[in-house]
C-alpha cells in the first residue's frame, strides 16, 4: 500500500512554528527556510553567510545542540538538529570558501 500524498494542512507544525519564530525572533539574520512534504514535522533554516556568527545566533535562540562541520569538494557547512515545539529543526550554515573548518573547535569537526 501506498501512502497517502500529504496535504498542506499536514506540514501546519511547521507553519505555525515558522510563524512564531517570525514573530519572536524577527530581530535575527536573516535566513532560508524549507518545509517539504516528504519530511513534514522538519523545519530547515539555513545560512548562506559569510560569517559563523549568524549560525551561531540562530542555534544560541533555538537551543540547539553544538553542531558538526563539514567539508566536501571545497565546500564547508555547519549543521545541527533538534526538536522545537515537536518540530525536527535542522539548521545547516554555508561557510564560504575561505572560511576552513580549521577555525572552528575540534569537537565541531566530524571525522
Known amino acids: ?64 545542540p553544538e553542531p558538526t562541520g563539514h567539508h566536501f569538494s571545497g565546500s564547508s557547512w555547519l549543521r545541527t538538529r533538534g526538536p522545537v515545539w515537536d518540530v525536527e529543526v535542522e539548521l545547516i550554515g554555508y561557510l564560504t570558501p575561505d572560511v576552513s573548518l580549521a577555525v572552528l573547535p575540534a569537537e565541531w569537526v566530524a571525522a
Do not use: C, K
Open 1 to 64: 500500500m501506498t501512502n497517502p500524498i500529504p496535504q498542506v494542512r499536514d506540514l501546519s507544525a511547521p507553519v505555525l512554528l515558522l510563524s512564531h519564530l517570525h514573530t519572536t525572533l524577527a530581530h535575527l539574520p536573516g535566513a532560508t527556510f524549507h518545509i517539504s512534504p516528504i519530511y513534514p514535522d522538519r523545519l530547515e533554516i539555513s545560512l548562506h553567510d559569510d560569517r559563523q556568527a549568524a549560525f551561531d545566533v540562530w542555534r544560541q535562540a533555538l537551543a540547539l
